[in-house]
C-alpha cells in the first residue's frame, strides 16, 4: 500500500482503542521476570558456552603479541579467537569502527579475543591471563586540537552540512540587538541498563543471533557483511530489547564476538558485554563546540542568525550535527548553518536520542534566552514573536505539514505559571534557595519509513501479527496491537503480537522517532489486505465495510469474519512522492523550575512540564512515558553526565556507572507532560508523528535558562557543574 496523498477521514478518526491510554501489555511480563533479555534467553538453544570480551589496552597502533598459552590451559577454557590468529573481520555501512580488527588497533577496548569456557566466571578468568604486548602510536583525543582541520559534514542522505540564505553577514552586522556565544557539549554514553548481550549458534553455514537490537533488518545485513556470509543465512532474533537510546541501532562486538566463538568452540556461545567495556567498545554522542550567532531588531525580530557546530569521529565522517533544528525554529531572512566534523582518535560515535538536535538545543535555546534578555523581551513572547508558519523558515520552497509551537508556548506557559517568574536573574529566593524557571522550544523531524507487517486470523477469531519491529522499552507492542484490533474491529485481548525476529516482515525498526508512525502504518496496510481477503471470501467490499465486534457490516448486512476461515494477509505500507514537499516535524515547549543552593550551588529541579504537538498520540500512557523519559535524559546533559577523555591515553576514563553518573526520575519531584490534540494527515495515514526523541529537544536549553534565572551566572560550558559557577553567586544576605 503507498500512502500518495494526504489521509482524509478514516477509521482512526473514530477510534475506540487507538488514541486511548493503554497499559502496556508487556508490562506484566517485564515487572515480573517473565521477559526474557537477550542473555536471559536459555531455552533457545542448548549447550550455551559462555564468552568473555578482552579490550584493547592502547587507543590506536598495533598489536605486537598475544600470549595465550596460560588462557587456552586454564580450567574450562574451550576456545580461543584471538586478534593475532584470526583475520580481520568484514566491514558495514552501518559500523564506523572496525568491531574485530586483527592486529590493527583503532580505538580503546576495540574487541581483540574472545575466551569460550564452560562457565561466565571461567571465561573471565581465563581472559585475564592473556599477556598482550602493543606498538602503541600517537594520536589526537581533544576535540579543541582537531577542530581547524575540520571538513564540511554530511547528513545521512549525503547531503552537504552548510546551507546559506540571503546576507548574514551584513544583517547581522546591522542587527540592533546582537548575541556571538560559543556553547560545548561533552561526549556521552548511552549507558542502557541492559548491556550488549547476544547468544550465538551455528547450523552449517547459518547463523543465529539471538541480541539485543533496535533494528533487526540491519542487524541482519551487517552481520552477514562483517562475517562474509550470506544474509539469508543469518537470522536475528531480539524480542525484547532492555534500553538502546540508538547504542543498539547497530550490531556490536557481543554478536560479531559470540558468532565467532560459537564457530571455533563448534558450540553455541553467549556474551554479556561487561559494563566497563560498554563506554570505549561501543558508540558515544560525541562532544560539539557550538557557535551560535543572532541578530535582531530593537522589537525582537530576528533578521540574522547562523549556527555552527564542530564535532569529530574516528573515521572523521558522521559528527554530531547540532544544527538540524535550527533551519526549522525560527523565522529570519538571513541565514547560515553548518556542521563540520574532524578526525579523532576516540572510539566510534553514533546515534544517541536525537542525535544533532540534543545537544543542538542546548546552545541554540540558550542562545534564544540571551538574545530575549539583550532585547528586554519576555523568552516565551520572543520565540512565539519568532515562530514560523507556512514553510520552512531555512528553505523556503517546504511547506510545514502541520506546526503548533506558539500554542504549545502559550498553553505550557498558562499551566506552568510563567508569569511569576522575576525577569531578573538572581531575584528570587526562598531561605537558602536561588530559584528560578526557564523555558525552551523543541523541534525534532517526524520521519516515516517503508514498514510491513503479517496479519494471521485464526478460526477461533484470534489475530495474531508478526513483524521484526522491536520494542526498546517504548511500547510497540501495546500501539501495534491497538492498530490491529482497531483495523480488524476486535478486542484488544483477542491480538497477539509477535516482534523482532528476522524471519517475519521487514519493519522500519525502533529508532530515530519513527518506529511508532512508520510500523503502525505497516501493520494497518496488512490488515487492510486482510480485510479484503475477508471480503472476497464472503462476497462484499472489504474496504467500504465496517469491521467492529468481531462482525462486517455493509449496506444493512453483517456476516461473522470467522466464516472466512483461518486467513493470512502480509502489507507493506511505502510513501508517495508528495511528502517530499513538506517538512513533518514534531514541535514542543519546555518548562522547567530549580533550586540552587546560595552556599554549595548544588543544583535541584523541582519541576518540568513538556507541552508536545506530535500529531495524534496513539496511546498516551506510553506517550508520556517517552516524553518524561527524554526529560531526565536531558537533565542530565545539562547537569551530570560527562564522558571524561584522557587525553595522553585516548579513552573515556569513567567508563563505569560509579563514574558516569545519570539521573533518575527521583530527581525530578514533579514532571507533567501535555499532548495538543493535533492531526498531521502529511504523516500517514494514521495522522500519528513519533515523541519519543522530542521530550529530550529542549529541556536541557530550559533547565540550564532555569539555572541562570536562578543565580545570575550564564554557563555555557556543559555539564552545569558547580565548579564552573560556585565563585560567581550572589552575594549571600
Known sequence: MEFNAPATENLFDRAKLVGKSTPRIDGPLKVSGAAPYAAERHDVVTGQAYGWIVGAAIAKGRIRSMELGDARRAPGVIAIVAATEHEPVGTSPYNHAPLFGGRDIAHYHQAIAVVVAETFEQARAAASLIRTQYDAADGVHDLARVKSAAKIGT???GESMKDTLGDFDGAFGGAAVKIDATYTTPDEAHAMMEPFATIAAWEGDKLTVWTSNQMINWGKRALASILGIEADNVRVDSPYVGGGFGGKLFIRADAVMAALGAKAAKRPVKIAMQRPLMFNNSTHRPATIQRVRLGAGSDGRITAIAHECWSANITGEDGEHGTLQTPKLYTGANRLTASYVSQIDLPEGNAMRAPGEAPGHMALE???????????????????????????????ETKISDRHLARCLKEGAERFGWSERKAQ??????????????????????????????????ADGKLKVETDMTDIGTGSYTIIAQTAAETMGLPLD????????????VSSGSGGQWGAASSTAGVYAACVNLRRMIGEKLGFDGDAADFQGGRATLDGQGWQITEAGALSADGEMTYGDFKSDYDVGTYAAHFAEVRVDAFTGEVHI????????????????SARSQVIGGMVMAAGATLMEDLHVDKRFGFF????????????????PHQECIFLDTLDPIVSPMKAKGVGEL???????????????????????????????????????
Open 653 to 668: 576514563a569513567n567508563h563505569d556507572l560509579a563514574g558516569y553518573e545519570v539521573p533518575v526520575h527521583a530527581d525530578i
Open 494 to 505: 483477542s491480538v497477539t503480537v509477535e516482534l523482532g525476529d528476522s524471519n517475519f516482515p
Open 366 to 396: 540558550v542562545a534564544m534566552d540571551e538574545l530575549a534578555e539583550q532585547a528586554g523581551i519576555d523568552p516565551v513572547e520572543l520565540r512565539i514573536l519568532n515562530d514560523a508558519h507556512g514553510v520552512v523558515p531555512g528553505d523556503p
Open 695 to 733: 521530550g529530550i529537544c529542549g529541556p536541557n536549553a530550559a533547565v540550564a535558562n532555569a539555572v541562570y534565572n536562578a543565580t545570575g551566572v550564564r554557563v555555557r560550558e556543559y555539564p552545569i557543574t558547580v565548579d564552573k559557577y560556585l565563585d560567581r553567586l550572589p552575594a549571600l544576605a
Open 606 to 621: 523541582t519541576r518540568m512540564l513538556a507541552v508536545c504537538d506530535a500529531g495524534r498520540i496513539l496511546n498516551p500512557l
Open 155 to 157: 547528513g545521512f542522505s
Open 425 to 458: 536573574p538572581g531575584q528570587a529566593r526562598n531561605g537558602r534557595w536561588l530559584t528560578g524557571m526557564g523555558v525552551a522550544a523543541g523541534y525534532r523531524a517526524g520521519p516515516t519509513a517503508k514498514s510491513a507487517a503479517r496479519v494471521s486470523l485464526s
